[in-house]
């Protein structure tokens, strides 16, 4: 009986001890249970509107927070200068030449280079005076730090501010010996102007009213005075295009303006019968001929035969062609 009595005892503190532990259990943050609370802490709990439909628990933070906007972004507009005169042409628009990159026009015959250079656009002319109408352009030219630009092949440096030449065959001393800066003039540089999402160039440039400082040259081809071919290594198929123009051919002592005439070589039509026949008849009389002197063995008679033919052939053909005239010289 006294057994049965303390284990009675000990079961039930047992069980009381049990329920405590799963009790601090729930309560303790770190085991799955709710955490008590701090002094001073009030929950909130959403209320919904009146009128309104009760708000679930699990949305009541997003139903008090403002629902973000989308914020289109809006590119600010370039700087937009007053319109430009006249004198101004539209080459393209501002978006057209994206920073870093580089775009030719033409304007009223001038080869023109847009480029951005420290935040501004500049235009020159797009090839380099050192290397003359055959040059490759400043395409791929290089910049220096102090606005100047490099000739691709010589490395002549000019102002992109006056188009001046401040720098001529820096790696070259033979040639900047042998060849005087003044045989060069200095690249044109045109005025620039933004308007309205536009760029203006003046084509009346910096060298309008230049004149050659040095008299050791005077015939300087300007701006605009070539433009059939842009010349360059890059305009033809294989990529080796030396020249710009194909040199105009003409004989001599004739007019290079004109292309024949009247005193051209070859005065006589002849005729495709008259050829064909022609033809025939050397070829039957060659034949017979050769045939004749070999039956009889007649090798002296054979070669007189030939040089006689050949003399006959070549009279009446430089009769017909007229081959050989020259007013200098008569017949």
């Given at each position: 009986?006294?057994?049965?009595?303390?284990?009675?005892?000990?079961?039930?503190?047992?069980?009381?001890?049990?329920?405590?532990?799963?009790?601090?259990?729930?309560?303790?943050?770190?085991?799955?249970?709710?955490?008590?609370?701090?002094?001073?802490?009030?929950?909130?709990?959403?209320?919904?509107?009146?009128?309104?439909?009760?708000?679930?628990?699990?949305?009541?933070?997003?139903?008090?927070?403002?629902?973000?906007?989308?914020?289109?972004?809006?590119?600010?507009?370039?700087?937009?200068?007053?319109?430009?005169?006249?004198?101004?042409?539209?080459?393209?628009?501002?978006?057209?030449?994206?920073?870093?990159?580089?775009?030719?026009?033409?304007?009223?015959?001038?080869?023109?280079?847009?480029?951005?250079?420290?935040?501004?656009?500049?235009?020159?002319?797009?090839?380099?005076?050192?290397?003359?109408?055959?040059?490759?352009?400043?395409?791929?030219?290089?910049?220096?730090?102090?606005?100047?630009?490099?000739?691709?092949?010589?490395?002549?440096?000019?102002?992109?501010?006056?188009?001046?030449?401040?720098?001529?065959?820096?790696?070259?001393?033979?040639?900047?010996?042998?060849?005087?800066?003044?045989?060069?003039?200095?690249?044109?540089?045109?005025?620039?102007?933004?308007?309205?999402?536009?760029?203006?160039?003046?084509?009346?440039?910096?060298?309008?009213?230049?004149?050659?400082?040095?008299?050791?040259?005077?015939?300087?081809?300007?701006?605009?005075?070539?433009?059939?071919?842009?010349?360059?290594?890059?305009?033809?198929?294989?990529?080796?295009?030396?020249?710009?123009?194909?040199?105009?051919?003409?004989?001599?002592?004739?007019?290079?303006?004109t292309a024949g005439?009247?005193?051209?070589?070859?005065?006589?039509?002849?005729?495709?019968?008259?050829?064909?026949?022609?033809?025939?008849?050397?070829?039957?009389?060659?034949?017979?001929?050769?045939?004749?002197?070999?039956?009889?063995e007649n090798f002296?008679?054979?070669?007189?035969?030939?040089?006689?033919?050949?003399?006959?052939?070549?009279?009446?053909?430089?009769?017909?062609?007229?081959?050989?005239?020259?007013?200098?010289?008569?017949?």
């Amino acid at each position: 009986m006294l057994q049965r009595t303390v284990a009675s005892a000990v079961s039930r503190r047992q069980a009381r001890l049990l329920r405590a532990a799963q009790a601090l259990d729930a309560r303790h943050p770190l085991r799955g249970g709710a955490p008590r609370l701090r002094r001073g802490f009030r929950p909130v709990r959403a209320e919904a509107e009146a009128g309104s439909e009760p708000v679930e628990p699990a949305t009541a933070a997003a139903a008090t927070d403002p629902e973000p906007q989308e914020v289109e972004e809006q590119s600010t507009p370039p700087s937009s200068g007053p319109p430009p005169g006249p004198e101004f042409v539209p080459v393209c628009y501002l978006d057209d030449l994206p920073k870093g990159t580089r775009k030719d026009v033409t304007v009223e015959g001038k080869a023109i280079l847009l480029f951005w250079y420290r935040n501004k656009v500049y235009a020159i002319e797009s090839r380099s005076t050192a290397e003359g109408y055959y040059s490759e352009g400043f395409k791929t030219a290089k910049f220096t730090q102090d606005y100047g630009i490099v000739c691709p092949s010589t490395g002549t440096v000019f102002s992109i501010r006056d188009g001046s030449i401040v720098e001529w065959y820096p790696n070259n001393p033979v040639l900047r010996q042998l060849t005087p800066v003044e045989t060069c003039r200095p690249i044109e540089i045109y005025q620039m102007a933004e308007h309205d999402n536009t760029l203006y160039v003046n084509p009346e440039g910096s060298l309008a009213n230049w004149v050659p400082e040095s008299g050791l040259r005077s015939d300087f081809t300007m701006p605009g005075q070539l433009t059939g071919s842009k010349g360059g290594s890059d305009t033809s198929l294989e990529n080796n295009n030396v020249y710009g123009i194909e040199p105009k051919m003409y004989l001599e002592g004739t007019d290079p303006g004109t292309a024949g005439g009247e005193d051209s070589v070859v005065t006589a039509k002849l005729s495709p019968v008259t050829v064909i026949v022609g033809t025939i008849a050397v070829g039957i009389g060659a034949v017979a001929g050769t045939g004749v002197c070999l039956y009889y063995e007649n090798f002296i008679a054979l070669g007189i035969f030939w040089l006689v033919g050949l003399g006959a052939v070549g009279y009446t053909a430089q009769k017909f062609s007229n081959f050989g005239a020259d007013e200098d010289y008569p017949a």
